[in-house]
DNA sequence: CTTGAGCCTGTACCGCCTACAGACCTTAGG
DNA sequence: CCTAAGGTCTGTAGGCGGTACAGGCTCAAG
C-alpha cells in the first residue's frame, strides 16, 4: 500500500478525483458553486466521499463531456433530485442542448469553407503577397457600418 | 448632425466602433492588451482615429470571426506588420487553425451523434425512466480510473 | 525526528470580453 | 448663462469554467 492517512471508509479529494477522472481542484470548484454537495467531514477535517459522491460526479462529467453547461448540469441534477415525475423536461433540456450543438457544428463549418478556400489560394512562396492577409484585409463580409452615417436620429 | 463633439478631423471611439462593428469596450479592452496601438490624444484626452485604425481592426475582427485565437490574431498582425517577407508563415498559421478548426468540428459531430440517440430513445411521456438521465447515470465511456486500484508504482 | 505526501483554505490567474461607477467635457435648448 | 443629455475618460468587478499556487495542517513511514 502506497497510500498514507487511515480513513475510516471513507474517500478523500483524491480518490473521487481518480474514481471519475476529475481534476482535483475542480472538485472543490464544483463545491463552491453548488454542483457538488459539501460532503461530510472526517476528525482531521478531510472531506470524506462515498459511492454516491462517485456516481454524481461522474454523472456531472458525462454530462460536460456531451458539452451541457455548468447551468444546464444544475437543471439536469434538479430534476433527477426533484423525484423526477418527468422524463419529457429532461427530454426538453437535451433537445435544446442538442439544438445548441448543431448550431455550433454549422458556425464552425462557414468557418471551415472559408478558411480552406483561402488557404488554398495561397501561393506557398516567401513573395509579399498572400492571400490570407488578403481576405482578412479585404472590406468585405463583416457588418459594420459607414463611417459617421450622416443626421441618423 | 446630430453628433456632438467637434473632431479635428479624429474618429472617436463611438465611431471606430460603428465603423467595425466592433463592441465600444472591446476597444479599449484591445488596446490594454495591445492588439490595437493607444492612438493619439486630441486637446481634451479623447482618442482620435484614423482610416488606419479602422482598416487594422476591421482585420482583427474578421480574424476573430474565423475563429483566430487572440494570440494567433497577435501573430497575424505581427507578421503583417514586419514587412511580410513570406507568405509561408502566414499559410501555416492559417493551416494550423484550421486543423483546429477541423478537430472542433469532429468533436462536436461525436457529441451530436450521442445526443441525438439517446434523445430519440425518450419516451417523450411523463414517467419516471428516462433515457437521457440513464445515459448520464451509465457509467459507461468515460475515463476513470477504478477507486483504491491497490498497490500501484 | 525528519521527510514527504496529502489535505485544508484563500486567492490569483487564464481567455475574452462586458459593464458599471464616478468624473470630466461638449453641445443644444431655453 | 444655466442645465440637461450625451459622449468620453479611468479603473475595477463580474462572468464562464476552471487551474494553480501559497502557506499551513496532519499523518504515516523510515
Redesign the interface.
Known amino acids: 500500500?502506497?497510500?498514507p492517512h487511515k480513513r475510516g471508509n471513507c474517500?478523500h479529494r483524491a480518490?473521487l478525483a481518480?474514481?471519475?477522472?476529475c481534476n482535483l481542484e475542480t472538485i472543490r470548484y464544483y463545491e463552491k458553486i453548488g454542483v457538488m454537495p459539501a460532503p461530510p467531514r472526517s476528525a482531521n477535517g478531510y472531506r470524506c466521499y462515498d459511492e454516491a459522491h462517485?456516481?454524481r460526479l461522474?454523472?456531472v462529467?458525462?454530462?460536460r463531456?456531451?458539452?451541457f453547461s455548468l447551468e444546464e448540469v444544475r437543471s439536469?441534477l434538479a430534476?433527477?433530485d426533484g423525484?423526477?415525475?418527468?422524463?419529457?423536461e429532461?427530454?426538453a433540456?437535451?433537445?435544446d442542448?442538442?439544438e445548441d450543438?448543431?448550431e455550433?457544428?454549422a458556425d464552425?463549418?462557414r468557418?471551415?469553407a472559408?478558411?480552406?478556400e483561402?488557404?488554398s489560394r495561397?501561393?506557398?512562396?516567401?513573395?509579399?503577397?498572400?492571400?490570407?492577409?488578403d481576405?482578412?484585409?479585404a472590406?468585405s463580409?463583416?457588418?459594420?457600418?459607414?463611417?459617421?452615417?450622416g443626421?441618423?436620429?
Chains 1, 2 share one sequence.
Not at 495561397?122 to 492577409?133: L, Q, T, Y
Request: proline share 5%; charged share 25%.
Open positions: 500500500m502506497t497510500r474517500l480518490d481518480r474514481a471519475t477522472g462517485v456516481a461522474s454523472f462529467m458525462r454530462a463531456d456531451l458539452g439536469l430534476l433527477v423525484g423526477m415525475q418527468s422524463c419529457a429532461v427530454e433540456l437535451a433537445r442542448h442538442l450543438v448543431r455550433r457544428i464552425l463549418r468557418i471551415e472559408v478558411l480552406a483561402t488557404v495561397c501561393s506557398g512562396r516567401d513573395v509579399p503577397e498572400c492571400a490570407v492577409i481576405a482578412l484585409a472590406d463580409t463583416r457588418n459594420a457600418q459607414p463611417i459617421r452615417p443626421p441618423k436620429k
